[in-house]
C-alpha cells in the first residue's frame, strides 16, 4: 500500500564511492522532491521535478545530482559522499493545487564510513 | 532571519494536559500552511493543514494569524503516543507547491 517508495531504507557506503537512492510513486503526483535531512534539523530541500523540469537549489552541492526517468522514478546520485553527507534522505511528491500537502516515503539513512 | 521559525523545545508535558506550539513565518504572501508530525527516525506525515478560519480534527486544534504572520498547533487530552517532533511548514516564496519547512519542536508526554 506504500504510495512513495524509497530504497534502500539503510545505506552504508565508503567515503568518495558513489551512491544511488532511489524513489518510486504510484500516485501519478507530477512533482517530485529531494530532501536531506541531518538530526534536530528541518529538511533540506535539494532538487525538484515538476514534471521533467529539474529544479536545483542554489546551495544543493555539485555533489549531488538526480534523475528522473518517468513521472514514476526519482534518483539521487551523490558522487562522492562525504562524512558530512550522511543523513536522512526522503523523497516526497505532490500535485500542484493550494492545500495540497506533500506524501513522504519512508526515507533512506546514509550512513559514511 | 530564518523564514519558519519554530521553539526547538522540548516540551516535557504530562499525559491528558493540554499544549499549544507557536510558529512564526516571514513572507506575508504565503498561502498553504501544514503542521507535520515526525517520529524519531521516521519521514514526516502530514498532520493537518491549516486554514484561514482555523480548523479541528479531534484533539488538534490549528489556528492562522495572518496579521501577525503565527501559526498555533493545540492538543488537548495529550496521550503518550503524541510524543514526536512537530513541524510547522509554509509554502514557498516562489510558489504554492513549494514549502519551507520550521526545524520543529520536540513534544515528550509523560506518563
Known amino acids: 500500500d506504500a504510495m512513495v517508495i524509497q530504497n534502500p531504507r539503510y545505506q552504508v557506503t565508503q567515503f568518495g564511492k558513489p551512491v544511488t537512492l532511489s524513489c518510486s510513486q504510484t500516485?501519478?503526483?507530477?512533482?517530485m522532491y529531494w530532501y536531506q535531512q541531518k538530526s534536530s534539523q528541518a529538511p533540506k530541500l535539494l532538487f525538484h521535478?515538476?514534471?521533467?523540469?529539474?529544479?536545483n537549489e542554489a546551495d544543493t552541492p555539485d555533489n549531488f545530482q538526480s534523475r528522473r526517468p518517468n513521472t514514476s522514478f526519482c534518483f539521487l546520485d551523490i558522487r562522492s559522499p562525504g562524512l558530512g553527507d550522511a543523513a536522512m534522505y526522503l523523497c516526497?511528491?505532490?500535485?500542484?493545487?493550494?492545500?495540497?500537502?506533500?506524501?513522504f516515503g519512508s526515507g533512506t539513512r546514509l550512513t559514511v564510513v | 532571519r530564518k523564514e519558519v521559525e519554530q521553539d526547538p523545545g522540548p516540551f516535557n508535558v504530562p499525559e491528558g494536559a493540554t499544549v499549544a506550539f507557536n510558529c512564526t513565518y516571514s513572507?506575508?504572501?504565503?498561502?498553504?500552511f501544514f503542521w507535520y508530525r515526525q517520529d524519531c527516525r521516521k519521514e514526516p506525515k502530514l498532520l493537518m493543514s491549516?486554514?484561514?478560519?482555523?480548523n479541528e480534527d479531534g484533539r488538534f486544534t490549528a489556528q492562522l494569524n495572518r496579521a501577525s504572520q503565527y501559526i498555533s498547533l493545540l492538543i488537548r487530552d495529550s496521550k503518550l503516543s503524541d510524543s514526536a517532533t512537530y513541524l510547522c511548514?509554509?509554502?514557498?516564496?516562489?510558489?504554492?507547491?513549494?514549502?519551507?519547512w520550521g526545524a520543529g519542536t520536540k513534544l515528550i508526554i509523560k506518563p
Open positions: 516526497a511528491t505532490t500535485s500542484t493545487g493550494p492545500h495540497y500537502g506533500y506524501t
Open positions: 511548514v509554509v509554502n514557498g516564496r516562489d510558489s504554492n507547491y513549494q514549502l519551507i
Open positions: 491549516v486554514y484561514s478560519s482555523g
Open positions: 513572507n506575508s504572501a504565503s498561502q498553504s
Open positions: 500516485l501519478n503526483h507530477n512533482v
Open positions: 521535478y515538476y514534471d521533467k523540469d529539474f529544479n
